[in-house]
């Protein structure tokens, strides 16, 4: 691509080696060659960059781009550079973990909750906030140590105040506090300030009254103690002083913050252990069958790769040559490598075991499974949970009640608190303000759920929002599908019979020879089972298909028909002779089909889909977790039947086409049943969107069905297990943490505001009320994080 104008912004030589600098340039065309790599015009000369590739001579603007050519000559000298599409690097975007709708270009703090937006997708990048305030909580921690020790040393045994005397005491407690409040706290007022003014009220507004009115109060204390009552003067004529407990609580709050803000980076861990599994380059075959590695991202569709045993596949692709087995544990959750041969489709972040595989990338980029898991996932941390709706309107109301209470406490200890009452009106307000903070409250859901969805994915389970996951955990009714569902979805030839007159192998050559002709996965598993056995398959002519009932056609000059009773009689043809036993391989849940050679019956031959290894544990499973399990499928009654009572199903639904499937959901729903229903998210989409948690089963194109809640990428029922125990365990989890802080608040605000103090003497220190409420939010982050070590 050649860049038109004149003037071309280039961004500085960057890490990434990209090229940058604003420089002019002359046209294309006026002894101008184009950089293979950025596209821009540069002249070639003695002193300009250059490389020789393939005969060819490629000139660069800048080192960068050189150097970026060099890692991967073959793809620019192609000029492929422009067919790659530029992603936006992870984490260009940030929101706020508590308002998913808070959505900006740049990192920042919340306008409603003043917390500090995070990347939408976690980036291995130190988080600037964490930095930030690790360096402001140890300057405030270094100035409270002495504070701490010049107003409460008498009590250890060091009277430094006697020592040095009390007015130079206080002074040094102005100096010290002083750098503390207006620098070290200033993003607590810079929060608390944008609270009022954009009218959210939220912690930062109570942190940043209770820390102001300490300091205010300490400073008129300090320099106009003529103002109080002689009542309220110590020693020397000096007024009591809150500078420390001002330190102390912001140094609490940094440290609580600091906690909070590494716990918030690890529930994004399984994210970054996600986008890890993809490796950092691939290892390209060129057309003249050498190989090199070249950086993924210069991958394109349609690229020939090398897999290497124990590799990492690199992109989603098909394998052209070789085999091996992939094991897909870390993207579906089952341990049991898969075997690939050729034909077969992998997956990115897949990894290959013991051969060596040749594949054709089919999807890079953002277009990749794991890309779009990653996705999923992040989107999942942003969504909100119907529960926290709860926490939401009580946070609302909540922090206009504190100050109200604050306000209340005041005014009370001032009436009727002993003397000095205004210090004990300033201790118990500042002490409510700080203790009420309603961090663990608003966190109490999102950490939970950001938590799960990194847990899920991990175990193959993908969450696309919080209130799949809520409703999950709620449903009593399951409604599956049967192929590919409960069954491989693979169909194999069970049985041939062979009628008198003619042999099993006539029957088979027959029936196989004439289904080469049909699309019928059924004809699959008829045509695999005779080279399986090795019978020869003859040609068609004058092949037939009969909507809803079989197959005609000639084999060798012999009049074939192959297919139910319904065609047999339109070709009047007595079926008598074998009725009996095809209801018998009926009743086993397979599928019986009548041949005829020449208008007489020859026998039937019978096709069964193979039930999942896990599907019968999985269901007992689901029976002990309470749910009702309910399969809808195309099949006629008695083989669905067959296979439900041999997995101890409750219902079963026979004959149901794929848009019945939603008025069956409907009808459940109709009786009260909150219903999950799981199907390949294709044909099942209006039953998936019908139902209180669509769960989408399988891999590839299926994984970000749009219908679905919930999407399993190992296609089986041990999936929904999974599902329902992380589902019960995060709403669990949520409840919990509620509670933590609902009943924190609850007890915390009243000892506070002092109503144990006529009882027992007990008022709370403001910085005691501020190592709380620091731990509170800690409190609600470990229990989150617990559902990290979740067995699945």
């Not at 050649?2 to 030589?13: F, L, Y």
């Not at 660069?60 to 050189?66: A, D, L, P, R, T």
Request: hydrophobic content about 45%; some cysteine; glycine content about 10%.
């Amino acid at each position: 691509m050649t860049q038109d104008a004149h003037t071309h912004h280039h961004h500085g030589d960057h890490a990434d080696g990209s090229c940058g600098h604003t420089q002019t340039h002359a046209e294309p065309g006026e002894g101008g060659v184009t950089d293979p790599v950025c596209g821009m015009s540069v002249t070639p000369g003695p002193q300009a960059r250059s490389r020789d590739y393939d005969s060819q001579t490629f000139y660069f603007c800048s080192h960068g781009c050189q150097t970026k050519f060099d890692a991967d000559p073959y793809f620019y000298a192609s000029g492929n550079a422009g067919k790659v599409e530029k992603a936006a690097a992870p984490g260009s975007q940030w929101t706020c973990p508590m308002h998913p709708e808070i959505v900006r270009d740049e990192p920042g703090s919340c306008p409603i909750c003043g917390m500090a937006l995070e990347p939408m997708v976690p980036t291995d990048e130190p988080s600037e906030e964490l930095t930030d305030f690790t360096r402001r909580m140890w300057i405030s921690s270094v100035a409270a140590v002495p504070l701490v020790i010049l107003t409460m040393g008498e009590t250890f045994g060091l009277p430094v105040r006697d020592w040095i005397g009390h007015q130079f005491s206080v002074y040094l407690e102005f100096v010290l506090a002083t750098p503390i409040v207006l620098w070290a706290a200033l993003p607590f007022f810079q929060r608390g300030v944008s609270s009022i003014v954009n009218r959210s009220p939220n912690m930062w507004t109570l942190i940043s009254l209770g820390v102001g009115a300490a300091y205010l109060y300490s400073l008129v204390a300090t320099f106009l103690p003529g103002v109080f009552p002689d009542q309220y003067r110590m020693t020397g004529g000096m007024v009591g002083t809150y500078f420390e407990a001002a330190v102390v609580i912001i140094a609490l709050v940094f440290v609580g913050q600091v906690l909070e803000l590494r716990a918030r980076e690890r529930t994004g861990d399984a994210i970054k252990a996600l986008m890890d599994l993809a490796p950092k380059t691939a290892r390209r075959i060129l057309p003249d069958g050498s190989e090199y590695d070249a950086p993924l991202e210069n991958i394109v569709a349609g690229d020939l790769l090398r897999v290497r045993p124990g590799d990492s596949v690199p992109v989603d692709g098909e394998v052209v040559e070789g085999r091996s087995a992939i094991d897909e544990s870390m993207i579906t959750g089952e341990s049991v490598p898969i075997e690939k041969t050729e034909g077969d489709r992998v997956t990115g972040g897949t990894i290959n075991k013991n051969g060596t595989l040749a594949i054709r990338a089919t999807d890079v980029g953002a277009d990749t499974v794991l890309a779009q898991i990653v996705e999923m996932v992040a989107g999942a941390r942003r969504s909100k949970a119907p529960i926290q709706g709860l926490a939401d309107r009580v946070s609302e109301v909540f922090v206009p009640t504190v100050v109200v209470i604050a306000i209340v406490s005041f005014v009370t200890w001032l009436v009727v608190g002993p003397d000095p009452a205004f210090v004990f009106a300033i201790a118990a307000a500042v002490s409510v303000l700080i203790i009420a903070c309603p961090c663990a409250l608003g966190l109490a859901t999102p950490i939970s759920i950001t938590t799960a969805a990194g847990r899920g994915a991990q175990a193959g389970v993908l969450i696309k929002d919080a209130e799949a996951l809520e409703r999950m955990a709620r449903v009593d009714t399951l409604v599956v599908d049967k192929t590919g569902t409960l069954t491989e979805g693979k169909p194999k030839l069970t049985d041939v019979v062979a009628l008198a007159g003619f042999s099993q192998e006539e029957v088979l050559a027959n029936a196989a020879a004439l289904e080469r002709g049909s699309e019928h996965p059924l004809a699959d598993a008829i045509i695999e089972g005779a080279r399986h056995r090795g019978v020869p398959m003859a040609k068609t002519s004058d092949f037939e298909a009969v909507t809803g009932k079989g197959v005609t056609g000639k084999v060798e000059e012999r009049e074939v028909a192959l297919g139910n009773a319904a065609l047999m009689q339109a070709l009047g043809i007595d079926t008598a002779a074998a009725d009996d036993q095809a209801d018998a391989l009926r009743t086993e849940g397979k599928t019986a089909m009548y041949i005829a050679l020449d208008g007489q019956l020859a026998g039937l031959v019978a096709v069964a889909d193979p039930i999942k290894e896990t599907t019968e544990a999985a269901i007992r499973e689901l029976h002990r977790q309470g749910l009702r399990v309910i399969m809808a499928t195309g099949d006629n009654q008695r083989t669905a039947e067959a296979v439900a009572s041999r997995l101890g199903i409750d219902e079963v639904r026979a004959g149901v086409l794929p848009e019945d499937k939603k008025t069956l959901v409907d009808e459940l729903r109709a009786k009260g049943a909150r219903i999950a229903m799981a199907g390949d998210g294709v044909n099942d989409a209006p039953a998936l969107a019908a139902a209180d948690v669509g769960i989408a089963m399988g891999t590839g194109a299926d994984v970000a069905v749009e219908s679905a809640g919930l999407t399993l990428l190992g296609g089986d029922l041990s999936g929904i297990v999974r599902a329902r125990v992380l589902a019960k365990a995060t709403l669990r989890n949520i409840k919990q943490n509620l509670f933590f802080a609902f009943i924190y608040n609850a007890a915390g605000v009243p000892i506070a505001a002092g109503v144990l103090y006529p009882v027992f003497g007990l008022l709370l220190s403001p910085m005691i009320a501020a190592a709380a409420m620091s731990l509170s939010s800690v409190s609600v982050i470990t229990n989150a994080l617990r559902l990290r070590r979740l067995k699945l």
